[in-house]
């Protein structure tokens, strides 16, 4: 059996005139029409067999079957999070012709006079709610998908559970219909608004991040608010960052986060990953929020609580770091192997002999390959005409790998 082309069509915003004259040809001469009701309805007087677009195995069992040409409409763009990805993983590329079209995101964009170039693109149609705000939090300008259950509602929740507020927000609706709207708020504007089935949200960041103003790695250890020494030294913390051997998209837990200097940096590091702040000394929790906001750390949440209390909720972590333990080493750290995940990490800083001691000898007898590393520092200072070296107190950085676990 000869089997004929499939031409997979983008209907623009406009309907009919938004379709090219060649496309146009082409849908003329195909003999079944596949779409969603809208689509079919832009074509009244079409001559060949109508088809409601359902379930895509349906689809694909039917198109691998037939021998006739067939059209299936899609909106906009059909490669820009539509149906051609499955098309073109399924069937021979051969048998498809594609006619892009303007996507929805793009007359978004041209109605709010926004430019679009430097923008992420997200799709949360079907997908996990959480994957679409890690990319969003990490972007300047983000346009999202939403569905039914993805809403712009959902998204705002999680980007103020977050503490990622800081954006101007654009509800796009029912796009190049007569009840077309586009309304201008904030993220919690977003909480009060009931918005079609049918919308877009743009989000455009209202500030420039300070990050701007200050290194990736190796920020001074006074621009942090923090509990005196509570704080992780930055060339220590530079050491640190290295040990975590920190990768974009990881899932990261710090423990007896202090001042959050350790996951302010790892931020900056891997925008695209998820970094839990662990602490509850109430005198630390407030220097934290602080912090956060001054970096714009939009990727870490702090989690108020007493490790190992709290971590039972949160993802399972890729990279664990533990500054302080508050005299529950063991638990906590039985607690994170039953969680970290394989080929996992952990960094432990320990400031005192009997910390690095009991560590090591703990994590070894867990089954974890361990290394120790002293950073001894020391740096100038004046002294009257004169500068000298003054010595800071080792640290102990304990690096435990899980994947070499027996």
Known sequence: ????????????????????????????????????????????????????????????????????????????????????????????????????????????????????????????????????????????????????????????RELIERGAEGYEAWLCEDLGLDTEKFTRTDVRGLLELKPSDLNILILIKTYEPNLVQYPLIGIADDEFQTVKKLITKQEVRAVTMSKLQL????????????????????????????????????????????????FCARNVKLIEAYAPEGLEDLPDPDRVFIGGAGGQLEEIIDFVDKRLKPEGLIVLNAVTLDTLSKSVEYLEDQGYTVEATCVNISKTRKLTEYKLFEAQNPVYIITAHKGSKQ
């Open 1 to 156: 059996m000869k089997q004929q082309k499939i031409y997979l069509v983008g209907a623009g915003i406009e309907g009919w005139e938004g379709f090219s004259s060649t496309a146009l040809d082409t849908i003329a001469k195909t003999e079944v029409m596949i779409g969603h009701q809208r689509h079919l309805d832009i074509f009244p007087a079409y001559a060949g067999k109508k088809m409601l677009l359902g379930a895509l195995p349906d689809l694909l069992e039917f198109l691998k079957k037939t021998d006739l040409s067939v059209v299936v409409l899609a909106s906009g763009d059909p490669n820009f999070f539509g149906i051609s990805r499955f098309l073109l993983r399924n069937l021979p590329k051969d048998r498809i012709t594609i006619f892009a079209n303007v996507t929805s995101m793009q007359y978004a964009f041209s109605r709010i006079k926004e430019p679009w170039d430097d923008a992420i693109f997200v799709s949360a149609h079907g997908r996990g709610l959480h994957a679409a705000v890690d990319r969003i939090i990490a972007a300047e300008k983000a346009c999202v998908l939403t569905d039914k259950v993805n809403t712009p509602t959902s998204i705002a």
């Open 247 to 294: 990768q974009d998209d990881l899932v990261m837990w710090d423990i007896g986060a202090g001042s959050c200097s350790v996951s302010i940096e790892a931020s900056n590091l891997m925008p695209n990953g998820r970094i839990f702040a662990v602490e509850r000394n109430p005198l630390c929790v407030g220097h934290i929020h602080a912090n956060l906001k001054k």
